[in-house]
């Protein structure tokens, strides 16, 4: 992860004040202005619209009450307006303080027996940084509503928007629960190209590691195995978060809703076993590296070897000859007998580079006989 990346992670953490009144709302600096957003449908009926404000999206709600609504917020940056929305849809201070500290781990909260609170993730891949990048989605349900908060202005959820304008499927007709359900699928059915994206990173990572191995790429696989832990801790609340809706009463969950929910169910339990495969292969690219080194490594020790093995019986024979003995006592004239007649003979240096060329041609011919040439 980069350091910018966790540096915004980690002020988001710092920005929560110690011993703070239990549900206080804190807006940061950075948070976008609110828009609200509206789609309110029936059998027979639709309509949908960017509201000016929060006084025009409650009026529009209330004129409709036979109407099922779906109700976007998206921007934090109106700290009296968070505190009039959890006045009028009656959520509980702490629920309000958990959808503006944006970083909650996924979960499920039931409230006024039959209201749910429901914190999940949207994940998306960064290919530019190779990085996750997530986004908070709280959604609450009520009688005729589904209420959406979120951070950012960009989302997931157009396919889900798209269904419900051109009236497609079931979504229509099946209770409030049913949209909340298909909200989280499709924040799960995101992960998957996510998981894609990433398998394709490390083919990339993988090649470079075999082509040009360097401290640089290692570093890029040491940082895709923190983007995975941190998917992974994401992944393992989604799927408790579906285990806790598949126990919850009929009152909240109608028994013909479980079999969507067990399916959104095995989805998190098939996103767990694709994260923990993903991880298991970067671990393998940093085995992968380290071998890949150790192997250039290798090589080149064996080229330095084979240069030494090529230069020491040279360098034998020139120390050799080069030891330059006298060949007669200078006082008597005497002539030894084991001095070294070569030095003196006219033909002994061209006779000693052949000698040594020999050699060369001999020890390369021996090494090519051994294969030595052939892995290099």
């Not at 033909?347 to 052949?354: D, E, K, S």
Request: proline content about 5%; some cysteine.
């Amino acid at each position: 992860m980069p350091k910018r990346k966790r540096t915004r992670i980690r002020n988001k953490i710092l920005e929560r004040k110690a011993g703070a009144k239990p549900g206080s709302l804190f807006v940061p600096a950075e948070a976008f202005a609110p828009r609200f957003f509206l789609m309110s449908f029936s059998d027979d009926y639709f309509e949908e619209s960017e509201v000016e404000n929060y006084a025009t999206l409650l009026k529009k709600v209330n004129t409709r009450p036979d109407a099922r609504h779906w109700i976007d917020i998206r921007g934090y940056g109106d700290l009296s307006l968070l505190e009039h929305i959890t006045q009028d849809f009656g959520l509980h201070p702490l629920q309000m303080e958990d959808v503006v500290n944006d970083y909650q781990r996924p979960k499920v909260e039931e409230f006024d027996e039959t209201r749910l609170f429901i914190v999940t993730r949207m994940l998306r891949w960064s290919s530019e940084q190779h990085t996750l990048l997530d986004v908070q989605l709280s959604l609450f349900t009520g009688s005729n509503y589904v209420l959406t908060l979120q951070s950012d202005y960009e989302d997931c959820l157009d396919p889900l928007r798209e269904r419900i304008r051109i009236g497609k499927g079931i979504i229509r007709q099946r209770p409030l629960m049913y949209m909340a359900y298909a909200m989280l699928d499709v924040v799960l059915d995101y992960y998957f190209p996510v998981i894609a994206d990433i398998s394709n990173y490390i083919d990339e990572l993988e090649e470079k590691i075999l082509r040009t191995p360097s401290k640089r790429i290692l570093t890029h696989v040491l940082d895709l195995k923190s983007e995975l832990v941190k998917m992974r801790r994401i992944a393992w609340p989604e799927r408790d978060k579906m285990t806790e809706l598949l126990r919850m009463d009929e009152d909240v969950i109608p028994e013909d809703l479980r079999v969507y929910f067990r399916d959104a169910y095995d989805h998190t339990v098939q996103l767990i076993d694709l994260i923990d495969n993903h991880k298991d292969m970067t671990s393998s690219l940093v085995e992968l590296y380290m071998s890949t080194v150790s192997n250039r490594m290798n090589e080149i020790m064996k080229v330095l070897t084979i240069i030494s093995s090529i230069f020491i019986p040279l360098s034998f024979v020139a120390g050799v000859y080069g030891m330059n003995f006298s060949r007669e006592d200078p006082e008597t004239g005497e002539v030894f007998r084991y001095s070294m007649p070569e030095l003196y003979h006219p033909y002994g240096y061209p006779v000693l580079l052949l000698v040594m060329f020999s050699l060369v041609m001999i020890q390369l011919y021996l090494f090519y006989r051994k294969g030595w040439f052939r892995s290099m």
